[in-house]
């Protein structure tokens, strides 16, 4: 047991004692229902079911909420006792309680940034996003650049007859934007679609080479269709750099703090009071602790350390550690690194080639060599690493690099909670040594179900059925599996994760291999205790257990109990961070 846990213990015990006297001593002199002997709460919800997610407590009706903190749980008649003039009541009138969802791995600036500019992710045809870019191109000055993302592809209703790799060659996007550049990022994070207008200020033609670990799509003539896979949209970063370094630094805060409360609108909106944001450099997080400072964070982050060399990383990583203390809204103690690609770009690593594109097993995004060198920083600075692999072998040499590091470091890694982001694809003979070496599973499962259509086009269907998203092994080889939606690559919709979690339902309406779909109640650990546990944070979140953070989420149906197809319909009630409700559905 934790020193916390222990204290809390201590204290709970106590507090029972103390009570016990007090109502022995009243019982003679006055009428049992007397003056509650506890102190009054702040907040009580009452009158609903409660999923604490800890087994010790199982479901209750009530929470007592003091300060930033669960006071008690309990039966209505228990927590009435917490009920004092001063005390605000919320009704839950027989809705649903449980601990606020906690995101496990998303981007917060890049949720925030994606409702500022073209939302992509819903069109069904090339045509939408042409006449959307069109749309902008009315509004822009010219030369201003136009900024999309999340169309993908393969989520289309049809592609046009002369498309390269099944995307669009750029030629109509030029009609409509001759002279605003253009910029489409491809839903997986992992290509960038651009116009002549976007290339051309990059100074890119049919000649440019492919950048390592990159690659410029060429039609069948040589000539560059537009879209650019994994780091060839590095080379289009510094003309947009410098199109953005026409902005003061002030004009650039101020578009970083309307991206915060953004990002926070639509976290609170899908009842998500915690955000792993899965990698800012080192001067977001300069950002993000002054927002802390001012309380200007809305919503807790779990921030890790991104696009930092090795070298940097090993003189600063102490000064940036932040644990939590106190109602806290900002930590820092891991480290984000990527060995791969997606797989809808053919970027993830695959032990074998691509059944759709043979001459290739994928991309090396960030190399074994670099990585390791992390994992041995880490171990030094006692930080966390979290590498994103998407294929099989990626997956591998991640566990394999992880294995060699701590033997070199001769450090035990089975507490260390290193992650594999993603996880998707696991050779089965990998799947038990995430358990046997305690490395995290640090899943979305609505990647399972948005990508599953396409998966056996890109696998072949043995090795898709094999390898894709095994969540029953791996719960039953001991991993900890976690959850969340990658936001902004999906939605930040706690709720269409967790159906995807139990049904393994793809959007067309056939289920993606559901023997390893999880029970209700894992897929409530994923997103609340798991989630937390990836974090190092089981001990003030996770589960409404008292001395706990009061970070919850009021849902319309019992997420435990509800007929499977009806929870899509679920709606987000109440969101409470820290006490506080910051949304309210309707208001
Ligand atoms: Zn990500």
Known sequence: MSRMNYTLLIASLLAITIAGCSRDSQDATAPAAAIPDVAPADLVLRGGTVATVDPALGNAEAIAVNGYRITAVGSDDEIAAYIGPETEIVELNGRFAMPGFIEGHGHYMGLGRSKQILDLRN????????????GAVDKAQPGEWIFGRGWHQDKWDSVPEDAVDGVPRNDSLNAVSPNNPVSLGHASGHAGYFNDAALEAAGIDDDTPDPPGGTIVRAPDGRATGLMRETAQRLLSEAIGIYQGRLTPEEMEQIDRERVVLAADEALRHGVTSFQDAGTSLEGIEFFKKLEEEGNLPVRLYVMVRRASNEVMDEVLPQYKMLPEGNDFLTV???????DGALGAHGAWLLEPYADLIETDGLVLETVEDIERTAEIAVKHGFQVNTHAIGDRGVREVLDLYERAWKTMDVDGKDLRWRIEHSQHIDPVDVPRFGQLGVVAAVQAIHGTSDGPWIPTRLGDERAKATSQ??????NTGAIVTN????????????????????RMMVNGERFYPEHAMTREEAMQTYTINNAIAAFEEDIKGSLTPGKYADIVVLSQNLLTVEEEKIPDTTVDITIVGGEIKYKRGM
Not at 123 to 134: H, I, K, L
Not at 484 to 503: K, M, Q
Request: aromatic share 12%; proline share 7%.
């Open 123 to 134: 069109v069904t045809n090339w045509g939408e996003v042409v006449s959307m870019v069109a």
């Open 470 to 475: 095994p969540w029953r092994d791996l719960f």
């Open 484 to 503: 969340g939606t990658d936001v902004p690559v999906e939605p930040i919709d706690a709720l269409a994760s967790y159906y995807a979690s139990v049904s």
């Open 333 to 339: 103690r891991s480290i984000k690194r990527q060995i």
